[in-house]
């Protein structure tokens, strides 16, 4: 009965206008309206279980019923039991997981093809591991797959994309500074 969890849709022109998207998420991080069919997410899952989401409307993604990810204190609570599986519990499954976690941060499509032609990639970044993975999508945007990643060294909080500069923005915590990857 409350927002927490939820993905909500808002009116823009009204914000009292809105709905829910979809339920069950712990700590989305990450959240791109990928395409006129697609939406992607990332979230933190608990010790371990941080995932990559296609959220789909009307659909529930399990937390605190599922997760790949375990409670801190190892102890079973019978109101979060943490369950191995999504989709035997009636939950969406995640495209990808992480376990451990890889901390898990932003995500960002690339708008430029530099990937032996591939077209349909995305950024995703980790504070854990100061990483920016890469990762392909298949054409139905169905499936996905780490092609490559690049050591930064930092944990990287936000990530965003400048078209005029064709310039990559990456918001640095350790420092804190800006990281600019440019890609020729």
Do not use: C
Not at 130 to 137: A, N, R, S
């Amino acid at each position: 009965d409350t927002f927490f969890g939820k993905i909500l849709k808002i009116n823009l022109d009204n914000i009292n206008d809105f709905e829910i998207f979809s339920k069950g998420h712990r700590n989305p991080q990450g959240l791109i309206y990928y395409n006129q069919e697609q939406i992607i997410s990332t979230e933190h899952g608990p010790k371990g279980g941080d995932e990559i989401n296609f959220i789909i409307q009307d659909k529930n993604y399990g937390w605190p019923i599922s997760s790949y990810g375990d409670h801190y204190d190892g102890v079973f609570r019978e109101s979060a039991p943490l369950n191995k599986s999504h989709k035997d519990f009636g939950f969406q499954e995640p495209i990808e997981y992480f376990v451990p976690s890889i901390g898990i941060s932003d995500l960002i499509k690339i708008e430029k093809d530099f990937f032996d032609n591939r077209k349909e990639n995305l950024f995703i970044s980790s504070l854990k591991y100061k990483t920016l993975y890469i990762y392909e999508l298949n054409n139905e945007l169905t499936n996905i797959k780490k092609i490559d990643e690049i050591f930064i060294g930092e944990r990287i909080r936000d990530f965003t994309y400048l078209e005029k500069s064709n310039l990559y923005v990456m918001v640095l915590e350790d420092t804190p500074s800006l990281g600019i990857l440019s890609i020729d």
